[in-house]
């Protein structure tokens, strides 16, 4: 799908991957209308971006969005969802409203907004572009609700590419590790997972991904081979799960040090 010139919603610009993406979509002569819980935050570049704030956890936020989006630019061609975030956590206590938000936030608005676009266009060319996560695929310790979250996002969108139209580019975006805040804003003193990249390298993924019309975007190719090689040899990736696991338990013992627990 060609994007120059293109008309785009994009959410989670303020840093990290969608920043990256905004950054290389103002040298397109795009029109991008970003939607972030921290507008202030946007990188004002170009005349063309317009940021407004928005909780995308909430219908209403998106509904808002979506008119705003058309008033400024007049119609929509590509919605990158990127906007989400991630816990890193023990659960020990039931609580419904912190499994809810998590789910809103990583599959809720997300899947809401491959309907709304696909109320919009119809059967015109049109693109939904979700940031979703290696561990939609392979969970890790410590992300369960985040993992959950993406792999049903993983598993509706297989599911769904059967009724969507030709059309319709669904794509969903799988980055490992990316030295962003996603990491800390997870949990204090969260470990990064290895390996890791720069936003830069994922922003650069989505958009030639997005012109490539591909509906699994592997930034990473050394994930892509390990997925490959899992297949044949399936050790690998619980192997790494299991140093994963590792960590995660030292960061349990960790935090109950420091809270004297």
Known sequence: ?????????????????????LEKLITMDTTVVVGDINPEKIPMVSERVYPLHCDVSKKE?????????LRLMGDIDIFIANAG????????????DHIAAIMET??????????KMRELKGDREHAVVITASPMARRPIPGYALYSAAKAALDSFIR????????????????????????F????????????????EQVAAAILNGIRKNRKSIYPSRLFFLLMIVDRIF???????????????????????NNDGI
């Open 106 to 115: 990583d599959f809720i608005s997300p899947v809401y907004a491959i309907e």
């Open 159 to 182: 599911a769904y590419r059967y009724e969507s139209p030709d059309s319709a580019l669904i794509s969903l975006v799988f980055p490992i590790a990316t030295k962003t805040e996603f």
């Open 184 to 199: 800390s804003r997870a949990g204090s003193g969260t470990p990064m997972p290895w390996p890791s990249q720069t936003p």
């Open 1 to 21: 799908m060609r994007i120059q010139g293109k008309k785009i919603v994009l959410t989670g610009a303020a840093s990290g991957i969608g920043k990256a993406i």
């Open 61 to 69: 936020n998106i509904d808002r969005l979506f008119s705003e989006a």
């Open 234 to 256: 399936p050790l690998i990736l619980p192997l790494y799960a299991k140093i994963q696991d590792r960590k995660f338990r030292r960061w349990v013992r960790e935090r109950r």
């Open 85 to 96: 975030y991630a816990y890193y956590e023990t659960l020990d206590t039931p609580d419904w």
